[in-house]
């Protein structure tokens, strides 16, 4: 049983298509479906069902599926091991990171680790935090750097690095504004449940700090829209269509920062790995860059 076979049948099962997985394994279709009918013969059974264009895993199939993902990650596993021991910083970084943490916190980071490490291939995937920690956890990424889970995960190592000030804000010439200047005092959070918002959506970590905020003081959150992208949300709310909160940093002249008679909400990013993963080289570096920029005030690791 080779691992080119076993990496086949992942992308299969992953992709459920045979076209899609040769895209994702940069090979032809014909390759891909010879390798999977190669470990179909060593096994002795078929491993997909093949209904018009549509692939499903048989009962073997999913039988193999956290098998074969266990194999994979314990060979990349002894492969860096090995590789570790040579002490030279290059290969493959497979690493993820948020839209909003990829524009507004890396670049300098970025830059500076490719020119300390020219031989490190950056595998760089910009994918929502939910998503970025399951793919820590089932072995596909090495690390992310996101916002972290509301929530403890055993499996994995969670270091925070920064804190984000969620700022309640709208359109300068939202009803809002013109209430909170006209009263001179802080809106409360009821008053904010009269009028639509726009926020990030319901499965998001930062809806879930959000709403949690919202759920004891009894109060339902009234959102007429939601998207993950936070500059999709501050053009929403630039034009009117409803209050939201971001981060303190996207705050400029087409927006007005909201006074709210509640404590400030925080949201903590920062970085992931697998408590079982051998680390890279390459890995460790990253880790070493990243704590240079962790703001000591929020040195809070979520283990």
């Known amino acids: 049983m080779d691992t080119q076979s076993l990496q086949a049948f992942l992308a299969v099962a992953d992709t459920q ?28 059974t078929r491993l997909f069902d093949r209904i018009g264009r549509r692939i499903a895993l048989t009962e073997a199939g999913n039988l193999l599926l956290p098998r074969a993902q266990r194999i994979l990650f314990t060979v990349e596993d002894s492969r860096r091991a090995l ?21 507004h916190r890396l670049p300098p980071l970025l830059k500076q680790y490719t020119q ?20 820590v956890m089932d072995g596909t990424l090495e ?10 995960v055993e499996q994995l190592q969670v270091v925070e ?13 939202h009803p809002l504004a013109q209430r909170s200047r006209a009263h001179g005092k802080p809106l409360t959070l009821a008053e904010l449940c009269q009028v639509n918002c726009v926020l990030p959506g319901a499965q998001t970590f930062t809806r879930t700090l959000i709403g949690q905020r ?31 909160l971001l981060p303190e940093n996207m705050i400029d002249s087409e927006l007005v920062e909201l006074p709210v008679a509640t404590a400030p909400i925080h949201r903590p990013l920062g970085y992931l790995v697998h408590n079982n993963r051998t680390l890279s080289n390459a890995a460790r570096k990253m880790i070493e860059q990243l704590a240079q920029t962790r703001d000591p005030s929020h040195d809070n690791p979520h283990v």
């Open 17 to 44: 298509s045979f076209s899609r997985a040769a895209e994702q394994l940069h090979l032809t279709q014909p390759a891909v479906s010879k390798r999977i009918a190669t470990l179909e013969d060593l096994l002795g």
């Open 83 to 103: 590789a570790n021991l040579s002490g030279q910083v290059g290969g493959k970084l497979t690493l993820a990171t948020s839209h909003h943490i990829g524009l």
């Open 116 to 135: 300390r490490h020219p031989e490190v291939a950056l595998d760089l995937h910009f994918l929502d935090s939910e998503l970025a920690y399951q793919g």
């Open 143 to 152: 690390m992310a750097i996101v916002t972290l889970a509301p929530h403890p």
């Open 161 to 173: 690095l920064w804190r984000d000030r969620l700022c309640f804000v709208c359109a300068t010439d």
């Open 214 to 244: 919202f759920e004891a003081a009894g109060l339902t959150l009234p959102v007429s829209m939601s998207t993950n992208y936070l500059e999709t949300l501050k053009m929403m709310c630039s034009v009117g269509l409803g209050w939201s």
